[in-house]
């Protein structure tokens, strides 16, 4: 990818991050008062030293030594304001940011997020917009401050001696070409390289944390660990290479100022032995680079801080984009109405030449494919891995669009908010979700209204009645995503949430995963009992046989269509 094609792609996530309003404006005219505050100071005392020192009347000194108290009450003053002004903005932007950044989720999630890891997916969403702030905090107010003093100080200087502002104009040139071009270069390749280095380092800890009794099992775990520490290692390399990078760039910025000083005595020093040029207002000249490289030297700084920036939001706007994926489908602004989530008996399903493509594939993973889901059936989707089974799933319940005919008692699911699909069609994926929560908690969730005994009896029915009470009753926990809870329990947890929630189509995907071939078998024939006996379908995603005597009819997929 192209800069030109990054930048673009970060663009639309840097104006977000950017604020807008009064409060910024504040800020922003602060800092650059607060800076001209700096350089008025230092001119304006060695214009009072300089003139001092000719025993003048103390009259002739009262202005400026008034103009000195107020430039340094100003300063410190008005950089207070800018400091708690710019946070403020940038926090509160930092707040619509996220809330944006979610809202696109919820479109994107699950099917959009591609390969991005769970760790990686975390350092994005919380580290990456969290260096979002750096925009206005550290580029822009710093780069509007600069501009505007490094402008009004070459006027100023050019009123005293032309020739010290064509130097002083030099040097401001010299150092934004080397600090901001030259130094930018050495550290370009580093930025997106150590955004995605941070997010694998992610990765390999939250995966070696949940699996760290497999890694001890076989004796890998010594080998993981040297992984994530070389892994670790190298982002730290790369932070030292960019504080070295900082540290080169302040340096080469105080030596354009330094030049800058040298350069107005060269130039003023014949003007003020021939008496053409005022020695104190030579003496201002002077000084005023000493302060305004110091207002400069967030410059480059900021350049550099902007590449950081820019990589962390091309790596937000990679799983979040703000343009939907073909194949995805838009979250709606506004809710489902509440009578839309309402449903009331069972739901007949028609599909009539469905095709699925995932986002970037050029080919269909299910193609053509007809069917119709009638109300107490139990209807096996079988096939090899890859056939298109799980796609399907995922069309049912509009985490990823289709072509062609899908419709929820003769209404067009495409026409449907999609939680008003979800309220009629309810998915178990193969590696469900748990909360890290008590087990009361993670039921509630399907339906708050439940009491202690409609918990206790759905329990039962998927075998997990005698597992909670040896843990203490519905106040146990089941820990972070399940983690104290085999794999099995988990996905009878998740399955008795879905029977909690009474969805009139229930989408299995390989329901008995995890789960012993006996303890499986009774949970089928529990879902099939309960669907036949209140009208409701059960659709079962299996590559493994289902028993033929639980099934009403299977369809078999392969390479994404039915054929049989």
């Not at 650059?32 to 020192?53: D, F, H, M, P, W």
């Not at 985490?399 to 067009?412: A, K, M, N, R």
């Amino acid at each position: 990818m192209s800069t030109t094609e990054r930048e673009a792609r970060s663009g639309s996530v840097l104006r977000l991050a950017t604020p807008t309003g009064a409060g910024w404006g504040r800020a922003v005219a602060a800092g650059a008062l607060s800076a001209l505050c700096a350089v008025a100071l230092l001119a304006a005392s060695g214009y009072l030293i300089t003139r001092a020192a000719e025993h003048p009347p103390i009259l002739y000194l009262t202005l400026v030594m008034v103009g000195v108290r107020a430039f340094a009450l100003g300063r410190a003053a008005l950089r207070y304001l800018d400091r708690l002004a710019g946070h403020d903005a940038s926090f509160r932007q930092l707040a619509v940011v996220r809330t944006a950044m979610y809202r696109r989720l919820a479109s994107v999630a699950p099917a959009g997020l591609g390969s991005a890891g769970r760790g990686d997916l975390l350092t994005r969403l919380v580290t990456d917009i969290d260096r979002l702030q750096d925009l206005p905090i550290r580029v822009v107010g710093p780069l509007v401050s600069a501009g505007t003093t490094a402008v009004l100080s070459v006027v100023a200087v050019a009123v005293v001696s032309p020739p010290a502002a064509l130097v002083l104009l030099v040097a401001l040139v010299v150092a934004a070409l080397v600090g901001s071009v030259v130094t930018a270069s050495i550290a370009r390749s580093s930025d997106q390289a150590t955004a995605a280095d941070r997010g694998r380092v992610a990765d390999l800890v939250l995966d070696t944390v949940r699996l760290l009794d497999v890694f001890a099992a076989y004796g890998t775990l010594d080998e993981r660990l040297r992984q994530v520490e070389d892994l670790d290692r190298r982002v730290t390399r790369a932070v030292r290479r960019r504080g070295a990078v900082e540290s080169l760039v302040g340096a080469l910025v105080g030596l354009a100022g330094g030049g800058a000083v040298v350069g107005i005595l060269a130039v003023g020093a014949p003007q003020v032995v021939s008496g053409a040029l005022d020695g104190p207002l030579w003496a201002l000249a002077v000084f005023v680079p000493l302060a305004l490289f110091e207002v400069v030297g967030t410059v480059p700084i900021a350049v550099l801080t902007l590449r950081r920036v820019r990589a962390a939001a091309e790596r937000v706007e990679q799983v979040v984009p703000a343009t939907l994926p073909d194949g995805l489908v838009a979250e709606p602004d506004e809710p489902a109405s509440p009578a839309s989530l309402v449903v009331h008996g069972p739901v007949s399903v028609a599909v009539r030449g469905m095709h699925v493509r995932w986002p970037g594939s050029a080919t269909s993973a299910v193609r053509d494919v007809s069917f119709d889901l009638h109300p107490g059936e139990v209807v096996v989707v079988a096939g090899p891995s890859g056939a298109g089974k799980s796609t399907l799933a995922q069309a049912l319940v509009r985490f990823v669009d289709h072509e062609g005919s899908y419709t929820l008692d003769g209404v067009e699911a495409r026409s449907m908010h999609p939680d008003a699909v979800r309220a009629r069609i309810g998915l178990i994926e193969q590696d469900p979700f748990v909360f890290d929560q008590s087990v009361r908690q993670n039921l509630l969730f399907a339906r708050e209204s439940a009491s202690d005994d409609e918990l206790f009896a759905v329990l039962d029915r998927v075998g997990l009645g005698d597992w909670v009470s040896r843990r203490g009753g519905l106040d146990a926990g089941v820990g972070e995503r399940g983690v104290l809870a085999s794999g099995g329990q988990a996905h009878r947890l998740a399955l008795a949430r879905a029977l909690l929630h009474e969805f009139p189509v229930l989408v299995l995907d390989e329901p008995t995963a995890g789960i012993d071939p006996d303890l499986g078998d009774r949970v089928l024939r529990d879902l099939v009992g309960t669907a036949r006996g209140a009208g409701r379908t059960v659709v079962v995603v299996s590559h493994v046989p289902v028993p033929p005597e639980l099934v009403t009819r299977t369809l078999r997929m392969r390479d994404g269509r039915l054929v049989g």
